[in-house]
Nanobody, 127 residues
Framework: QLQLVESGGGLVQPGGSLRLSCAVS????????MGWFRQAPGEEREGVSS????????NYADSVKGRFTISRDNARNTVYLQMNSLRPEDTGIYSC????????????????????WGQGTQVTVSS
């Protein structure tokens, strides 16, 4: 059973940066496409970014392109989300999701395509 634990959230001022981490245990990360999703109060969960098994393919929501960078370290079983130029509208609970796939370059921003998820970490962007 795959387990995912997010960390790195917190309170940051607009324009600031945070780096989220997702530590994976239970199985080898290299077999999984990974994604970061977020949910603001009263809103639907939104796919923010996804990264393929190899790390060579990535996908971003239009709202974060050019500001967020997803990466992975399969040797450390960890996925990261570097968030720069943060805005108040980036506030929400950020969760890490995983799906087992045989396609090395598969990515997805659709929640229905994922099988495992963590508890999430709160990100608050406010002055």
């Amino acid at each position: 059973q795959l387990q995912l634990v997010e960390s790195g959230g917190g309170l940051v001022q607009p324009g600031g940066s945070l780096r989220l981490s997702c530590a994976v245990s239970g199985e080898t990360l290299e077999h999984y496409t990974m994604g970061w999703f977020r949910q603001a109060p009263g809103e639907e969960r939104e796919g923010v970014s996804s990264i393929s098994r190899t790390g060579d393919s990535t996908n971003y929501a239009d709202s974060v392109k050019g500001r967020f960078t997803i990466s992975r370290d399969n040797a450390r079983n960890t996925v990261y989300l570097q968030m720069n130029s943060l805005r108040p509208e980036d506030t929400g609970i950020y969760s890490c999701l995983a799906t087992y796939t045989g396609e090395p370059e598969y990515t997805s921003l659709a929640r229905k395509n994922y099988d495992y998820w963590g508890q999430g970490t709160q990100v608050t962007v406010s002055s």
